[in-house]
Nanobody
Framework: QVQLVESGGGLVQAGDSLRLSCAAS????????MGWFRQAPGKEREFVAA????????YYADSVRGRFTSSRNNARNTAYLQMNNLRPEDTAVYYC?????????????????WGQGTQVTVSS
């Protein structure tokens, strides 16, 4: 069983940057694609980004493409989400998870072993 712990969230102003981390324990992530999701109050959890097992491929939600970058360091068993030019509508709890279905998944049903989330708040 793998445990994921997100960190790096905080309160920032519009236009600022944050880098989220997703540290894994209990199992290596080297063979798994990873995903990032977010959930704002009163809204469904939505897909943000995904990265392949070796970091060679990524895909993003339209709302973050060009501003967010997903990366990973398998030696550290950690995935990252670099978020630039943050907007108030990016405010949410951000989660990482292991992709358990085929590459290209964007729904929560395609992922498992969710972390507890980290809060990102962007003020205008």
């Amino acid at each position: 069983q793998v445990q994921l712990v997100e960190s790096g969230g905080g309160l920032v102003q519009a236009g600022d940057s944050l880098r989220l981390s997703c540290a894994a324990s209990g199992r290596t992530l080297n063979n798994y694609a990873m995903g990032w999701f977010r959930q704002a109050p009163g809204k469904e959890r939505e897909f943000v980004a995904a990265i392949s097992w070796n970091g060679g491929s990524t895909y993003y939600a339209d709302s973050v493409r060009g501003r967010f970058t997903s990366s990973r360091n398998n030696a550290r068993n950690t995935a990252y989400l670099q978020m630039n030019n943050l907007r108030p509508e990016d405010t949410a709890v951000y989660y990482c998870a292991v992709m358990t279905r085929s590459w290209g998944a964007r729904g929560t049903e395609g992922f498992d072993f969710w972390g507890q989330g980290t809060q990102v708040t962007v003020s205008s």
